[in-house]
């Protein structure tokens, strides 16, 4: 019986099989591309896997840590051990009128495509930042004179017991690379941004002198 049986039982009542992954390398989902394996590796496709993973494995005392698109971590050879929660997949992206609501593995660049194609500005500083939104709002992550405080009006959580809270975007305590989530440990589900309506060639034009500037 592999020493991960137990666990692997735990996840499958509510994973695929193939979102399930035993002593991944984590070099494949770092940006470094260093690192060893995690003990077990999730691949959820919903916000509700990942409130579910999360009780799983605090009722079960298994340690687990949680990443974006990893491009801020550095992995240890020796790797992690307990589970780690890739949300790269929880990604949808849905605009209404000037407001945009991301999940939280949704990557930045494609958040600030789809403000373009619907004619909103604001967002542009955005394009060129290598990470998912969850990730920008937990670190307030910023360039070019625009950061995440300046166009975030909420964000949905999950504390570890698993109920869900919505933070207005003035009770976030955005600072210099820091947010509430720094604090309270919860977990970033949802982001909804107000955004400017602008002209997409502007908007575009604008975004392409950025990735200029940053490459």
């Known amino acids: 019986m592999n020493k991960y049986d137990k666990f692997v039982g735990l996840f499958g009542k509510f994973y695929d099989e193939n979102d399930i992954k035993i002593d991944e ?26 409130i579910k993973s999360v009780e799983v494995c605090k ?9 974006g698109n990893g491009s801020n971590i550095l992995v240890r050879d020796g790797g992690f051990r307990g589970v780690v929660i890739s949300l790269k997949e929880v990604n949808t992206i849905i ?29 542009e ?6 990470g998912t939104i969850g990730g920008a709002v937990f670190m307030n992550a910023g360039a070019y004179d625009g950061e995440m405080s ?8 999950v504390d570890f017991q698993g109920n869900i809270k919505e933070y207005d975007g003035s009770h976030l305590d955005f600072a210099y ?23 997409k060639d502007a908007i575009k034009a604008r975004m392409d002198e950025l990735t200029e500037k940053r490459e």
């Open 177 to 199: 690379r820091h947010s509430v989530f720094h604090d309270n440990h919860e977990v970033i589900g949802e982001v909804i941004m107000t955004l400017k309506p602008g002209d």
């Open 25 to 50: 390398k984590l070099s494949s989902y770092v940006n470094f591309k260093v690192g060893g394996p995690a003990d077990i590796l999730l691949i959820p496709k919903s916000k509700e896997q990942v």
């Open 125 to 130: 500083f955005a394009c060129g930042i290598p």
């Open 95 to 123: 605009v209404d009128g000037d407001k945009i609501e991301a999940e939280c593995g949704a990557m930045l660049k494609a958040v600030s495509d789809k403000a373009m194609e619907n004619s909103l500005t604001g967002f």
């Open 59 to 67: 009722e079960n005392k298994i340690p687990f840590y949680l990443i």
């Open 150 to 157: 300046h166009v975030v009006t909420a964000v949905r959580a």
